[in-house]
């Protein structure tokens, strides 16, 4: 079966909403797709791995002209990928060399909040730096780190402090799938930005409250990107990493292609489809076979009807090997029957948006759950079909399943774990969510300016051998 919708509701996609900016094709060169390098241990012994992490600020030849003053970790914009293999005590020492407060946000990964997990509670002042370290038990997934200092994520983000964290298991790495990074395991970080004067980003000019767009479609850091082609297979792990906008993916010709993997896992089995939407934060890995074209032709990704990416197909040798029909056995934790639903009711726009009725407090929590238990979540979306719209839901800490949305099943791509979950205007999305690591954890929408504009809660995972503990946690006037 070859799926060819969104699944999404049409008339919540974002192409609606009165502050909508289109994708435009930016009149620059087609330039070679930047692929951000793997980021080099500092040092890696049999059991341990020390990884450098640097927010800063620097300048891009992303347009022909002036350079772009742009932010990026360990690089000038966005940042090198960083590779982390389960089971690994991981080292991670933070260095802060802008001139503004950060935090570096793990999102998809299951360490403890609210510190090592790097929300608002985690600040790291200009010029400091902060030592983390954690060990993964979680599946091979595409994670990623981004700024999260309350309530500057948005811009942050948006300055290009967003970076590639690879998960890796023996399972993922035993599967026939493209595995050689750079040449046919390829990200692809969607962003979307308008340049103004001599090539330069003006977020405060861009603000709109539902989420900063931009004309011009950004993909690793590139306008106008082509990817040659030498391998008849490309896994592409695509990150949409922009601050508001939800792109509609299809290649030319309606190119089928199959999609192993979501924000968190593989998906249970491959999906075949020929459309996919992805909303703020989301990951997608696909597998794109190009046996049918030859050297010489280009395939061409679209989001709606502006290309985004060209792949130039180069010769390559042919590739039969299969997907196995089963990729992940995902194990679904039991909620205690006597567990109540929890619910979560996310509600407005623009400056309205809320959660539960409230905007965030830094300093209060509004929820609890014990540790290792599964509970299920009830997240609602009150917006109406007019003009309402799409929130991506996170949360921090947790891998999740989808159970259901207004009670049907959930789409075919939502049978693995998931961190984000776009949920329709009148549509209620059920959860199952358990927390392995006690801590605070924020859940909140990923449209980032709602998020900053305090549709964000967060809740205490208790560890029933402590529970009393107090975590220090921030107030916007201790920032
Ligand atoms: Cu992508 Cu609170 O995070
Ligand atoms: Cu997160
Ligand atoms: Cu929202």
Redesign the pocket.
């Known amino acids: 079966k070859v799926y060819s919708d969104y699944f999404f509701d049409e008339p919540a996609f974002n192409t609606h909403d009165g502050g909508y900016v289109p994708l435009e094709v930016a009149a620059a060169p087609a330039r070679p797709l930047a692929i951000p390098p793997l980021l080099k241990p500092d040092k890696e012994t049999a059991t341990d791995l020390y990884y450098t992490v640097t927010a800063q600020a620097g300048e891009t030849q992303i347009l022909p002209g002036a350079k772009t003053k742009t932010w990026g970790y360990n690089a000038s914009v966005l940042g090198q990928t960083i590779v982390f293999p389960v089971g690994k005590h991981i080292h991670v020492h933070l260095q802060n060399h802008l001139k503004e407060l950060t935090t570096f ?1 793990w ?1 998809g990964l299951a360490v403890t909040g609210p510190y090592v997990d790097g ?1 608002c509670h985690a600040p790291v002042y200009p010029g400091e730096t902060s030592d983390i370290d954690f060990t993964l038990d979680q599946p091979a997934a595409t994670t990623w780190l ?1 700024a ?1 200092p309350c309530p500057s994520t948005a811009e942050q983000v948006w300055h290009g402090l967003a970076t590639l964290a690879l998960v890796t298991d023996d399972h993922i790495n035993s599967l026939p799938l493209p595995h050689d990074y750079g040449v046919n395991d390829i990200p692809l970080v969607l962003q979307d930005r308008r340049f103004h004067e001599n090539n330069q980003w003006d977020y405060r000019a861009d603000y709109d409250p539902d989420g900063v767009q931009g004309p011009t479609a950004l993909i690793n850091g590139t306008v106008n990107p082509y990817f040659d082609v030498t391998t008849q297979k490309l896994r592409l792990r695509i990150l949409d990493g922009a601050n508001r906008r939800e792109w509609r993916l299809h290649f030319s010709d309606d190119l089928p292609f199959t999609q192993i993997a979501g924000d968190s896992s593989l998906l249970a089995h491959p999906v075949t489809l020929t459309h996919l939407m992805m909303t703020c ?1 989301e990951r997608a890995e696909v597998i794109v076979d190009f046996k049918d074209y030859k050297e010489g032709d280009t395939v061409t990704l679209f989001s709606d009807d502006v290309p985004i990416v060209s792949f130039r197909i180069h010769v390559f040798a042919p590739d039969d090997t299969t997907l196995p029909a089963d990729l992940l056995d995902v194990q679904a934790p039991l909620p205690d029957p006597a567990m109540p639903v929890r619910k979560v009711v996310m509600s407005g726009m623009d400056e309205a948006v809320a959660i539960d009725g409230k905007k965030f407090n830094m300093q209060r929590i509004d929820a609890t759950q014990q540790m290792g238990q599964a509970q299920y979540w009830d997240v609602t979306n009150t917006n109406t079909m007019h003009g309402g719209m799409v929130h991506p839901f ?1 949360v ?1 800490g947790t891998q999740f399943l989808v159970v259901s949305r207004n009670g049907h099943a959930p789409y075919p791509n939502e049978t693995g774990f998931k961190d984000t979950v776009g949920v329709n205007p009148g549509e209620t999305v059920r959860l199952l969510v358990r927390f392995d690591l006690p801590g605070v954890y ?1 859940y ?1 929408c ?1 449209i980032i300016e709602h ?1 900053d504009g305090g549709m964000m809660a967060q809740i205490q995972v208790i560890d029933p051998a402590e529970p009393n503990k107090t975590y220090k946690l921030m107030d916007m006037d201790t920032l």
């Open positions: 946000h999102h929300g981004h999260h934060a996170h921090h924020m909140h990923h998020e």
